[in-house]
T-cell receptor, first 115, second 115 residues
Framework: DVKVTQSSRYLVKRTGEKVFLECVQDMDHENMFWYRQDPGLGLRLIYFSYDVKMKEKGYIPEGYSVSREKKERFSLILESASTNQTSMYLC??????????????FGDGTRLSIL | DAKTTQPPSMDCAEGRAANLPCNHSTISGNEYVYWYRQIHSQGPQYIIHGLKNNETNEMASLIITEDRKSSTLILPHATLRDTAVYYCIVRSSRMTTDSWGKFQFGAGTQVVVTP
């Protein structure tokens, strides 16, 4: 079974802090994704990576950056946390590079609160 | 990607089959149907996907109508652990700049399995 592991289930940080969310997958997937999930808004894509050191902006990249130095690990960085970044953050990975019918597999999420 | 319509909720008795409908009348020829579910406070879990043929795996069966405008997810023997929000998603396998990483979840169907 595919395993996508997010480093923390719950996290509380303060406004202005630099926050790191880590995600590791164990299936040698080329593609990895970061989403945030908010009530009434569904999942919204923040950034994705189709290979090591490659990244693309999603629909709401402002205030975030990402890092993919190794194939199995994809990090989301909140450069200067703000209260409107309080949310559930979900990491996902998928196999297949340019074969887009392969399903994405999600981690259990990090519930981040910014005070 | 085509829009999908699902009933907001449905109940199912434990041990019975649960049939979850999804309408996707604007689906195009290269779009796949995916089903995910999300149990409270967990990340979305992939269930099954298909293009035009019926599909079955260890979790569920997917029945797609011949015109592909609707589909049904079947949980053959529902258990209490199947209580979750179920999402039907239609997305393209084509590689376009706009579709990189696009994966929009709608409101889904809240399924409650009762003893």
């Amino acid at each position: 079974d595919v395993k996508v592991t997010q480093s923390s289930r719950y996290l509380v940080k303060r406004t202005g802090e630099k926050v790191f969310l880590e995600c590791v997958q164990d299936m040698d997937h080329e593609n990895m994704f970061w989403y945030r999930q908010d009530p009434g808004l569904g999942l919204r894509l923040i950034y994705f990576s189709y290979d090591v050191k490659m990244k693309e902006k999603g629909y709401i990249p402002e205030g975030y950056s990402v890092s993919r130095e190794k194939k199995e690990r994809f990090s989301l960085i909140l450069e200067s946390a703000s209260t409107n970044q309080t949310s559930m953050y979900l990491c996902a990975s998928k196999f297949g590079g340019t074969i887009w019918n392969q399903p994405q597999h999600f981690g259990d999420g990090t519930r981040l609160s910014i005070l | 990607d085509a829009k999908t319509t699902q009933p907001p909720s449905m109940d199912c008795a434990e041990g019975r089959a649960a049939n979850l409908p999804c309408n996707h009348s604007t689906i195009s020829g290269n779009e796949y149907v995916y089903w995910y579910r999300q149990i409270h406070s967990q990340g979305p879990q992939y269930i099954i996907h298909g293009l035009k043929n019926n599909e079955t795996n260890e979790m569920a069966s997917l029945i797609i109508t011949e015109d592909r405008k609707s589909s049904t997810l079947i949980l053959p023997h529902a258990t209490l652990r199947d209580t979750a929000v179920y999402y039907c998603i239609v997305r393209s396998s084509r590689m376009t700049t706009d579709s990189w990483g696009k994966f929009q979840f709608g409101a889904g169907t809240q399924v409650v399995v009762t003893p």
